[in-house]
């Protein structure tokens, strides 16, 4: 297998014939694998190129690319497609040319992409790793790790702004660059691609690696700038994460009305305290004795009345779920199976309903609609996660396009 090791760089004249050379030594301890080295350098005009090509001409496994555009994304993204297309990488790695991480790390990370990993991820913060940056970006690491961990909800990852990686060209191919920010002028697109990875149902693996502080030139890192980025970024993975739970709250919004509304005419003729009608729509049903009775329930007008009016929150849920909380996941069989599986899971959170609705009438002496938001605050949560693993699955990860040209 080919590896290829894209170095983005811009203004590295003092480290890349070094990063270079440390790069090129571990062919031996990775003999598996046919090892190349990859510049791709946005134009540098401090001679960066000339050092390069310079290199290249006694070595044919070291590459040249003039990206001509600056930005850490563009140099990474548009190196990798070079990579694949020119190069002929199956799989690709990528480090700073500053000399901040250390290619010995590399036959450990490579032995994990033998195993069956998608992407293996160089984590500062897990247990073994090192972070040797000054005290601020440290700050910066630790807090962008708690805050995408809170926002993407990605709890098994510690690492996610470290451009040391190793993946699979299958992966690259299978990202939708579109989605991410990757021409950017921060260093947004890290924790971008790793979402991206993770958004294909890559099998990722994180390995403990030190990081170390540049020992010559200056650092290009944008801190605030590319704090903002990552704040942005976090929101909008949050919101795309929880867009379908915002459907489902809306479309449960408008049941509990349904429900709320129906109920209080069959039992009262009434919606909450308005009057509507002079008598209940089902008066003719006895509130008090004189209905029929199976073990410990009584089939009385409250009783009634809110068996209907669930169920028709049930197929007014059910009717906007399919059509549009849950259209884009999978539709597995027929519609009226799916009517009949949702009726089915649908069992607990009426149960819940009806018994909180009479509970709190009955026992507690409170009005039914109290009994009824509580209830559908408490079947909210097992109804959605019963839907999502049941009746609306997520569809299998596909490849979505091709990386840019």
Not at 98 to 106: T, V
Not at 110 to 123: A, P, Q, T
Not at 314 to 328: D, M, Q, V
Request: glycine residues 6%.
């Amino acid at each position: 297998m080919r590896l290829v090791v894209v170095v983005p760089t811009y203004n590295e004249k003092e480290n890349i014939e070094e990063i270079i050379k440390k790069v090129l030594q571990e062919a031996k301890n990775i003999p598996d694998f046919d090892l190349h080295v990859l510049v791709s350098d946005s134009h540098s005009p401090d001679g960066t190129a000339e050092k390069v090509l310079r290199i290249s001409k006694d070595n044919a496994r070291v590459h040249y690319l003039d990206v001509k555009e600056r930005g850490l994304g563009v140099g990474i993204v548009i190196g990798h497609r070079y990579a694949i297309d020119k190069l002929k990488a199956d799989v690709l790695a990528q480090m700073d040319g500053d000399l901040s991480h250390d290619p010995a790390s590399l036959p450990t990370m490579l032995e994990y992409i033998k195993k069956g990993y998608d992407l293996v991820n160089g984590s500062r913060l897990m247990r073994g790793g090192k972070n040797l940056l000054g005290w601020h970006r440290r700050l910066f690491t630790r807090g962008s790790s708690l805050y995408c961990r809170l926002s993407w909800g990605t709890f098994h990852l510690t690492e996610y702004t470290n451009s040391y990686r190793v993946f699979t060209k299958k992966l690259f191919e299978n990202i939708d660059f579109s989605k991410v920010p990757w021409r950017a002028r921060t260093y947004i697109i890290q924790p971008a691609f790793l979402y991206a990875a993770i958004s294909v149902g890559a099998k990722i693996k994180e390995v403990p690696i030190t990081f170390e502080d540049r020992k010559r030139g200056y650092s290009k890192a944008q801190i605030i700038s590319y704090t903002f980025d990552v704040l942005k970024f976090g929101i909008k993975v949050r919101f795309q994460r929880s867009k379908t739970f915002i459907k489902f709250l809306m479309v449960g919004t408008a049941s509990y009305l349904l429900n709320a509304i129906v109920l209080g005419l069959l039992n009262r003729g009434q919606i909450y305290a308005v009057g509507v009608f002079a008598k209940p729509l089902l008066s003719f049903i006895p509130q008090d004795g004189g209905t029929p009775t199976l073990l410990f329930l009584t089939f009385d007008r409250l009783f009634v009345s809110s068996v209907i009016s669930i169920e028709l929150s049930i197929i007014f849920n059910f009717f906007f779920h399919e059509n549009w909380t849950f259209r884009a996941r999978s539709h597995e069989g027929s519609v009226i199976t799916r009517f009949l599986k949702f009726n089915l899971t649908s069992i607990g959170s009426p149960l819940i309903q009806l018994t909180s609705i009479l509970t709190f009438a009955k026992i507690f002496g409170l009005h039914e609609q109290i009994g009824l938001a509580v209830g559908v605050v408490c079947g909210l949560f097992f109804n959605y996660f019963v839907n999502i693993l049941w009746i609306w699955k997520a569809r299998p990860a596909k490849i979505l396009a091709a990386a840019p040209k």
